[in-house]
């Protein structure tokens, strides 16, 4: 299978832990990105990443929240003492790049659950 | 930034019926609109899409429709088919940088 992959899939954990998420995107796609979706709602846009550079923050990515490409492959989501609001979908798409839209391909994504 | 409306939140038709969902965007700099299938606890699945320079496309039975003016663009299924059930969301991107979404259309297709 050579799609998008996010690893877990299911995280539960207790408030204040801190959880990391893994995505790895399709291998020849530059273009990686995090976005959270709740129950309802459409994707949220958190993050994105040109290769290993991160290129646009939402302002919904509190300094909680970190994301990491360092060889622009991979790339993992750390969310620091975990709070209520946090539970949501995490998912992850990636895209080829350059400056005409081009279709994101989502992975299953990962469901966190804040206890 | 860009903020993407769509409506309705809910439809229902009957089977062989056509289902219309419409998006309007506010940056008039978005000049890629794709539209997403997401099935009960599933990956959004791109099901068509439609750049700026174009006002129509179509694929089998689904076809999307954009009126840059307007700034809106929606989505036309036809002879609707059970299988068709699901959210559906409409999106918008300018120069392939962050995409904002719809709050999606829950479609339900009645056999």
């Known amino acids: 299978d050579t799609g998008v992959s996010q690893d877990p899939r299911h995280k539960i954990t207790k408030r204040g832990q801190n959880v990391t998420f893994r995505c790895d995107p399709i291998s020849e796609h530059n273009r990686l990105y995090w976005y959270r979706q709740t129950l309802g709602q459409g994707p949220e846009f958190l993050t994105y990443f040109q290769n290993e550079a991160q290129l646009e923050k939402s302002r919904l990515l509190s300094d909680r929240f970190s994301a990491e490409r360092p060889k622009g492959s991979f790339s993992t989501l750390e969310i620091q003492r975990t709070e209520q609001g946090d539970s949501a979908m995490y998912l992850c798409?990636?895209?080829?790049?350059?400056?005409?839209?081009?279709?994101?391909?989502f992975g299953d994504g990962t469901r966190l659950s804040i206890l | 930034g860009e903020n993407v409306e769509q409506h309705p939140s809910t439809l229902s038709v009957q089977e062989g019926d056509s289902a219309v969902i419409k998006c309007t965007y506010s940056d008039s700099a978005s000049n890629y609109f794709p539209w997403y299938k997401q099935e009960l606890g599933k990956r959004p699945q791109l099901i068509i899409d439609i750049r700026s320079n174009v006002g129509e496309k179509k694929d089998q039975r689904i076809a999307v429709t954009l009126n840059k003016t307007a700034k809106h663009f929606s989505l036309h299924i036809t002879e609707t088919q059970p299988e068709d059930s699901a959210v559906y969301f409409c999106?918008?991107?300018?120069?392939?940088?962050?995409?904002?979404f719809g709050a999606g259309t829950r479609l339900t297709v009645k056999p």
């Open positions: 999106a918008a991107s300018p120069n392939n940088n962050d995409m904002r």
């Open positions: 798409a990636s895209s080829l790049g350059g400056t005409r839209g081009q279709p994101q391909h």
